[in-house]
């Protein structure tokens, strides 16, 4: 069984900060694309960036230059910069992932089967 738990969260005003960090169980990083994914109140769950098993990243258009994602395998740790944060990126932020994807970009706009408990990110002034 995967097992995924999110850190990071918090409250930060625009133009902040925050990384985010998804801490996994057993060795999926060798074989599992990763991502973070996030969902608003009234709005669909968005993939926000993936990662795949060579490195291969996907954003979400929203995001691109702002956030980036990397993977720390020795650690068992995903993570994502979040940089000049806006309110509109206010979401329960989730850490997933999916055993042999095709892509980091299929994933992304994908229905993961592994999935944490999710950390809650506010932007607001």
């Known amino acids: 069984e995967v097992q995924l738990v999110e850190s990071g969260g918090g409250s930060v005003q625009p133009g902040g900060s925050l990384r985010l960090a998804c801490l996994s169980s057993g060795h999926i990083h060798g074989s599992y694309c990763m991502g973070w994914f996030r969902q608003a109140p009234g709005k669909e769950r968005e993939g926000v960036a993936t990662i795949d098993v060579y490195g291969v990243t996907s954003y979400a258009d929203s995001v691109k230059g702002r956030f980036t994602i990397s993977k720390d395998s020795a650690k068992r740790t995903l993570y994502l910069e979040m940089n000049s944060l806006k309110p509109e990126d206010t979401a329960m932020y989730y850490c997933?992932?999916?055993?042999?994807?095709?892509?980091?970009?299929?994933?992304?706009?994908?229905?993961?089967?592994?999935w944490g408990q999710g950390t809650q990110v506010n932007v607001s002034s």
């Open positions: 997933a992932a999916e055993v042999a994807c095709p892509s980091a970009y299929v994933f992304r706009l994908g229905r993961p089967t592994n």
